[in-house]
């Protein structure tokens, strides 16, 4: 286990974290961060870096929660193509254990387990954003209206994605794990965001 995350909320007020967010990796959080840090949110604390960034699980928190995820397919290439030190170590952070067995599949089955926990409970205290939704003028409602505040930097500047899902060759490495997964895959492409 990183983390015992029973006596999470404790450890949120010991580091005076104010807001969480969370996502399963390679969905822009970390860009997300940097702006809702801007506008004097304490995010990145020791704990957050450590599990929270990746919970694998919903928590009940006495703070606001972003959860942002995007195409998981995209998400999983792009860990995939950032290698050691982020599909690694993202696989122990979705799985709360620093023993796990590390594979392709085990990344993209912990990814897709973490959207199930983190969408099937809806709480008043946690927002689901698509990465999408980040580049978009009406991120500005959502957001002042979840954080019940002004929220300046946003939306924020597009940047064009280094992975591109539109060429990835049918007979590529993950293709056959992509299958597999399809369903699943589907079911969080196809999520509705409210």
Known sequence: MIYNL???NNMILKEKLNLL??????CASNILVKYLEKNNYKIRTKRWKKILCHCPEY???DIPVIY???????SFLSMRKRGDGFWDINQQKLS?????????????KLMINQFNSWTNIRNNNVLIIKTCELFDNSIVNKLESFLKRKIN??????????????NIPEQ???SELFKTYKS????????IVD
């Open 59 to 61: 928590i009940k928190v």
């Open 68 to 74: 942002i995820y995007d195409n998981p397919i995209k």
């Open 184 to 191: 699943e895959i589907d079911k969080i492409n196809n999520f």
């Open 6 to 8: 029973d006596n999470i």
């Open 21 to 26: 967010v969370v996502s399963y990796g390679g």
């Open 172 to 174: 590529s490495e993950f």
């Open 153 to 166: 930097h946003f939306p924020i500047p597009y940047i064009k994605s280094e992975t591109n899902i539109n």
């Open 96 to 108: 709360n254990d620093e023993n796990t067995v590390l594979s392709d599949e085990n990344l993209l």
